[in-house]
């Protein structure tokens, strides 16, 4: 399914134009018009999911692969230091377009970004409390 008033379904299917770095029946891959470094990208489904929750087991089998297959080419591409995957899933968390996508951010040492999260401490109590209600 499409949903017509999506801008990343009509980049995804080529209605709209955009730099793509990969494409295949199921994916294309497009470099983000805000890139935190240079080559960041975005994997984008042709079918409208909103986010992980709503995506088919079946494109979510394929993503993984697609990311692994762009990266490689950005390695050999890019003299970049690092790769971060990222996957942002409602507005809490960062998500700004509501059609499921991965950013692929190559990473350069002194390139400025900092994508990665602060640590917290929970004690072993707390831990065992949310592996308890998460497998509850
Ligand atoms: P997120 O915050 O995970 O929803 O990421 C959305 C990303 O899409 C941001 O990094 C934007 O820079 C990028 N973006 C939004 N519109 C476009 C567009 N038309 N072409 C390329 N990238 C876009
Ligand atoms: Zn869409």
Request: charged letters at 25%; hydrophobic letters at 35%; glycine letters at 6%.
């Amino acid at each position: 399914m499409k949903d017509s008033n999506c801008i990343f379904c009509k980049i995804a299917n080529g209605e709209i134009p955009s730099n793509t770095i990969y494409e295949d029946d199921n994916f294309r891959v497009i470099l983000d018009n805000g890139p935190a470094t240079k080559g960041h990208a975005l994997i984008l489904p042709k079918e409208h999911y909103a986010d992980l929750f709503e995506l088919s087991e079946e494109a979510a089998s394929e993503v993984l692969i697609v990311a692994k297959k762009v990266s490689e080419k950005m390695k050999k591409t890019l003299n970049m230091d690092g790769l971060n995957v990222v996957q942002n899933n409602g507005e809490t968390a960062g998500q700004t377009v509501k059609h499921f996508h991965v950013h692929l951010i190559p990473r350069y040492e002194n390139d400025g970004q900092h994508i990665l999260w602060n640590p917290t401490s929970p004690s072993a109590e707390e831990l065992v409390q949310v592996r308890d209600t998460i497998n509850s």
